[in-house]
């Protein structure tokens, strides 16, 4: 469910940026030199950046929260121009912006204000105004400013602290009036050197709560980077209640608020079950149990009921008739939810809205606020079990989660109250891969069967990659990736896969022919069995910024039975590799029987976020692994 809540984390992450630390007022040139060592990518930094919040009470008897944006930026060369992005939606508005320097009070700047189209989004309320300031001489400070009101405080969630422009000093500041109860809940900001400190302002009627961080490099965006709410240190703000004319108004002080509001809005959503009868009686009819009518039901909806991303105003965060999206076939996490629930109510089952967070998100329903959860999805009760469905997963099998949403609480409505529990979270076993070779010589070509199992991710991965090709090129296509890139290898005789069972793994099975794999140098032959070696390429150099995401926890065997020519003996077998950690682990190792050789392998990885502490001992994982993949079996003539 992308909507208003991350708009408003796009707002304060992506908010303009830029650079630098002290020197004099009106002029850095003295400073250029270390700017260029410490930031040496960048062409402009900002000396200081400003984010200070206040409160009013508006016109609606709601709170206004004023966002006030103030930069000092710095050009490291001559004649460049800053691009600074401004975001905004239907609870926003932006008041003013300016900008200036020491030689010109007001400087001409352009700006452009549109929709904002993202990746992926049907349709957005969200805005964004893009406004080039003209540097023209380095050195010389431009004072940059921006007004931003947020017309209800709910929307206010996540202040993070770096920007995609180096800052030598970022401050966050929050004025908060004594009749204005917030709670601001720190992440991620162990190993930051952030200043805290709070006190009251000189009329004692506000607390000042301002938080200060220096010398933060650039945010960038690198391959597999996690979510950076993740990773990166800010704030939520949570707004627990104001008092306006003597009288309390609770806005969230805790998840049975937030449940409440949620619910609201889905008091709104008016479903026409009639309009759903004959489908569901359709794909029920039949079906002898509950499970396959339940399947019946999700499965129809993975496979027949699109998914798009729709932000827009309070659609941010309220369902969309389900009648609506089974007439247009599309909806979003909400939409498909919502009449995944609707249909399985009209079959008879208890069914249930559910919102939930999913991995992007660090969060639990312990923070009463909007950004806890960005995806809803179904629960049903069956046999005093909580079965969690996701409309928006292809291919999953009922009682499957996908690794996006393991182990993530969630929020399932229960009238006017609600009920916490758990998606349960799998080992990585879940996503076992699993090789078996039978492998002879023919000559100096290797030759023999393969047969490969894939589970969960791995699974669901493969048949939503190959069901998305066009059907003229899925054989060419499946051919390529079975061969893993390998020029080398050709297969034939393709035993294909039950493509459309979600509950059993899927089996492929195949014959190949390895070329290049043999060196023959006199009367040895030196061997190379394992050609997928997974993960080798996967190291990382000291420029990686952030930490590494996984696609999902990893599991990997291998079993090859080669068969030594006749003529030939075992002269050398590689020795074992066995490395044990928490986060991953490898088992590896050669054993001759007569004239078979076994080689098998595991490799597992554990834990989905590499984080950059990690890296060099990762590092040092990898290269044992790669010694062990280069080694080479050796037979002699006898």
């Excluded at 040139?29 to 950046?49: G, Q, W």
């Excluded at 019946?296 to 991303?309: P, S």
């Excluded at 208890?350 to 329903?365: C, E, F, M, Q, S």
């Excluded at 035993?495 to 794999?517: G, M, T, Y």
């Amino acid at each position: 469910m992308l909507n208003v809540k991350n708009l408003l984390f796009a707002i304060s992450l992506i908010a303009a940026t830029h650079v630098c630390a002290q020197s004099s007022g009106n002029d850095y040139s003295a400073s250029l030199p270390a700017f260029r060592n410490k930031y040496p990518k960048n062409d402009i930094v900002a000396v200081s950046y400003r984010e200070e919040y206040t409160f009013s009470t508006g016109n609606t008897g709601n709170v206004v929260a004023t966002e006030n944006i103030s930069q000092v930026l710095v050009p490291v060369k001559d004649f460049i121009s800053s691009g600074q992005v401004v975001f905004y939606n239907d609870e926003s508005s932006i008041e003013t912006i300016k900008a200036s320097s020491s030689k010109t009070r007001n400087i001409r700047f352009t700006r452009e204000c549109s929709d904002y189209q993202s990746n992926g989004i049907f349709h957005s309320d969200a805005r964004i105004c893009k406004i080039a300031i003209p540097l023209e001489e380095r050195g010389l400070p431009i004072y940059f400013s921006y007004e931003k009101k947020i017309r209800d405080v709910k929307y206010l969630t996540s202040v993070y602290f770096h920007e995609y422009l180096p800052v030598e000093e970022k401050t966050i500041v929050f004025n908060v009036p004594d009749w204005l109860e917030i709670d601001i809940r720190e992440f991620n900001f162990e190993g930051y050197s952030i200043q805290k400190k709070t006190e009251k302002d000189a009329s004692g009627k506000n607390t000042v709560y301002t938080y200060q961080l220096k010398n933060l490099q650039a945010l960038q965006k690198e391959y597999r980077s996690p979510n950076i709410a993740r990773s990166y240190p800010h704030i939520i703000v949570v707004s627990k209640s104001f008092t306006d004319k003597g009288q309390r108004k609770v806005l969230f002080e805790s998840v049975k608020d937030l449940y409440a509001w949620y619910h609201s809005l889905r008091l709104q959503v008016k479903n026409n079950p009639e309009e759903l009868k004959p489908l569901v009686n359709q794909l029920t009819a039949g079906k002898k149990t509950d499970i396959e009518k339940i399947e019946a039901i999700y499965y129809w909806v993975q496979d027949n009921v699109r998914y798009i991303a729709f932000e827009n105003g309070i659609m941010g965060f309220k369902p969309d008739e389900a009648q609506n999206v089974y007439k247009n076939k599309y909806g979003d996490c909400k939409g498909k939810a919502n009449l995944l629930t609707e249909m399985l109510r009209v079959a008879g089952f208890d069914a249930r809205l559910t919102w939930i967070g999913t991995a992007d998100l660090p969060y639990d329903y312990s923070l009463p606020s909007l950004a806890v959860d960005n995806h809803m999805i179904c629960t049903v009760v069956l046999g005093g079990k909580h079965y969690f469905l996701d409309g928006t997963e292809d291919n999953i099998a009922f009682n499957d989660y996908a690794h996006r949403i393991q182990g993530k609480q969630v929020l399932i409505e229960d009238g006017d109250k609600y009920i916490l529990d758990k998606v349960p979270e799998f080992p990585a076993e879940r996503n076992k891969v699993e090789n078996k070779l039978k492998l002879k010589l023919d000559g100096e070509i290797i030759t023999g069967t393969y047969s490969a199992i894939y589970n969960g991710e791995s699974k669901i991965g493969l048949v939503s990659a190959y069901q998305s090709i066009r059907n003229d090129n899925k054989t060419d296509a499946f051919d390529s990736y079975l061969r893993n890139g390998n020029a080398n290898l050709q297969i034939s005789n393709i035993k294909n896969p039950q493509w459309d069972n979600r509950q059993k793994p899927l089996e492929v099975a195949f014959d190949l022919k390895a070329s290049h794999q043999v060196t023959k140098t006199g009367n040895e032959l030196y061997c190379t069995l394992d050609w997928r070696k997974e993960l080798s390429s996967l190291e990382f150099d000291s420029t990686r910024k952030n930490d590494y995401e996984f696609s999902s926890k990893l599991y990997y065997t291998t079993q090859t039975e080669f068969t030594v020519p006749d003529g030939y003996k075992i002269d050398y077998l590689p020795d074992a590799l066995n490395i044990q950690q928490p986060s991953w682990a490898f088992e590896g190792s050669y054993t001759g029987n007569g004239n078979v050789i076994t080689y098998t392998k595991k490799m597992v990885v554990n834990t989905p976020i590499l984080r950059k502490a990690d890296i060099t001992a990762w590092n040092e994982f990898i290269k044992a692994v790669n010694k062990f993949y280069a080694e080479q079996v050796v037979l002699v003539k006898k």
